[in-house]
């Protein structure tokens, strides 16, 4: 399996087991959440230490401790998955599993939305 296929497996997995996914992109306020957040960090990133730095939940405010706990799950899954990587692989893989992650976010939320998901 590639790297970018990898990454979107990932991702996708742990969209569809977040329980806010409103909270988790926007925030409390309806302006950028968390998730934003630390995907503008990762494309700045330029190592592994850089990407575990962003992943960090303790510096972000605001969360549920629900989204908190979704997040720090595919957080998580995340490092242990990019341990394995040199830091160019690692930077890669992280951007496309963030990518991949609000767009699958995105479609749940208009799914529910839609009355698609419960």
Do not use: C, H
Not at 21 to 40: C, H, S, T, W
Not at 53 to 63: F, K, T
Not at 67 to 95: C, H
């Amino acid at each position: 399996m590639s790297i970018e296929n990898e990454a979107k497996k990932l991702a996708a997995t742990y969209a569809r087991w977040l329980r806010n996914p409103q909270e988790a992109l926007f925030g409390n306020k309806g302006g950028r959440g968390v998730v934003m957040v630390i995907y503008d960090k990762v494309k700045q990133a330029k190592t592994k230490n850089d990407i575990i730095n962003a992943l960090d939940l303790s510096q972000y405010q605001d969360l549920s401790k629900q989204t908190y706990n979704d997040l720090e799950r595919f957080f998580t899954e995340l490092k242990n998955k990019i341990s394995q990587f040199d830091d160019e692989t690692a930077v890669k893989f992280a951007i496309e599993a963030f990518r991949y992650f609000q767009i699958a976010l995105f479609t749940k939320i208009e799914d529910i939305n839609k009355g698609y998901w419960a």
